[in-house]
Antibody, heavy 118, light 111 residues
């Protein structure tokens, strides 16, 4: 059974870098049929796609976040990661990782709240 | 700001049918890109409800159905149950933004 689990600091200072990891179990992150995404939900708001990474390492990001976002894959640890630099209070959100089943997201992690505050 | 617009809320009595619209444009739904739907309960992982416009993943009751026409899509819930009270989001791809987009979200309330 596929499971995804986000992990990382719950509090990040303004102007610093947010770093999260999504650990995958029940599927190989390097499977040719799998690619992976990050999505976030600010408090009281809707879902926002952040970016997607393919098992090849190729990425594409939300244009509104592209200049500050980096995603990577570590196949040896079967996890993928997200970094958002120069964070502000607007980056406070619940961050979800998920597996793409195509253009949709068929399995999601529970999400982790990241608060940007000094 | 989302390019897919949904009504903020819909409500219905148990057993009734409700529909949620998802209005897009010629660069997303109208361009032929698939629409998918998710159910999200607070503090839980969003759940894929409908993929590829009208397909249900294994385990999703047939009370949920999806459709698409022109630049819009809809999710219908028939035989509304208390457990259906949640937030619902549509999602597609936008060729102008070159990325995936979510709808604004709809809160379903069971009266």
């Amino acid at each position: 059974q596929l499971q995804l689990q986000e992990s990382g600091p719950g509090l990040v200072k303004p102007s610093e870098t947010l770093s999260l990891t999504c650990t995958v179990s029940g599927d190989s992150i390097s499977s040719s049929s799998s690619y992976w995404g990050w999505i976030r939900q600010p408090p009281g708001k809707g879902l926002e796609w952040i970016g997607t990474i393919f098992n090849s390492g190729s990425t594409f990001y939300n244009p509104s976040l592209k200049s500050r976002v980096t995603m990577s894959v570590d196949t040896s640890k079967n996890h993928f990661s997200l970094r958002v630099n120069s964070v502000t209070a607007a980056d406070t959100a619940v961050y979800f990782c998920a597996r793409h089943g195509g253009s949709y997201l068929d399995n999601w992690g529970q999400g982790t709240l990241v608060t940007v505050s000094s | 700001q989302s390019v897919l617009t949904q009504p903020p809320s819909v409500s219905g009595a148990p057993g009734q049918r409700v529909t949620i619209s998802c209005t897009g444009s010629s660069s997303n739904i109208g361009a032929g890109f698939d629409v998918h739907w998710y159910q999200h309960l607070p503090r839980t992982a969003p759940k894929l409800l409908i993929y590829g416009n009208n397909n249900r993943p294994s385990g999703v009751p047939d009370r949920f159905s999806g459709s698409k026409s022109g630049t819009s899509a809809s999710l219908a819930i028939t035989g509304l149950q208390a457990e259906d009270e949640a937030d619902y989001y549509c999602q597609s791809y936008d060729s102008s933004l070159i990325g995936y987009v979510f709808g604004t979200g709809t809160k379903v309330t069971v009266l």
